[in-house]
């Protein structure tokens, strides 16, 4: 890696077994017939592409392209069965909203055993509880167990902690699927931040307008491989017309509906 790339991804493929018999009776009589028992398929085929350290991307394509793979391979929960992947420094983000919550614990202990699993020290976690306690504006919850929170409380948690991690790299997977209009705004400040910073940023989101503000390159994935790589007007356009679905009103609509102030 030369001194300015960030993320190196060099013909990495990710494959996964899919099974069509469960039980040992289906597995046997399919053996017997000679039927495949199970299928293997490339969720990430091929990929290559070089993010440079303050680059802010958005990845993009339709359900099931392969783009929450690839960000588990850029930070390193999976391996890639070919290729490279290859990052320099600190990586934090979103990945599954939530994952790594322990539900007996309250969201005050849960902020320092995800803190901890994130790589912060407890000083670090102490010095920086508020503000993170505060993003998240869990108020008389904070103290309750996890698992009687909602869904959006606990990826508010979640996003919180993570955006809090000094890193040189942020991943966020879908932030803003669960949370709500005013904390979506508040996320999408807060990566704007991340960027201004000069941080590297991958974000996958549907979300156009969102895209259009946080990013400046856009990566398609069409089943596992690169579609488009390259400016985010042009990315979306691609991956709108892909879906086919959209028309430019929509587009701008899309825009509208995550406030004027972002
Ligand atoms: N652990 C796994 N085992 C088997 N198949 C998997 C696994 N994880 C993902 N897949 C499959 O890999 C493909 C890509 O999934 P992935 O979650 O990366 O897509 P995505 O682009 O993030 O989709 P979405 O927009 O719906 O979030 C899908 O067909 C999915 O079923």
Redesign the pocket.
Known sequence: MSGTESIVVDHATKM???RYHRTFKQMTVAALRRQDISDT?R?VDDVSFTIQQGESVGLM??????????LKLINGVMRPEGGTVETRGRIAGLIATGAGFHPQLTGRENIYLNAAVLGMSEAETKRKFDDIADFAELGKFLDSPVGHYSSGMSSRLGFSVAIHVDSDIFLA??VLAVGDKPFKQKCLQKMQEIRDGGRTLVY?S?AAGSVRRMCDRVIV?EQ?KVGFDGDVIEGIKYVKYDSGDETQEELESEDDDLGADI
Do not use: C, P, Q
Not at 61 to 70: E, H, I, V
């Open positions: 996964f077994t899919l398929f969720a394509g339709l359900n099931g392209s392969g783009k929450s793979t690839l997977d879908e996958v549907h994935l596992g």
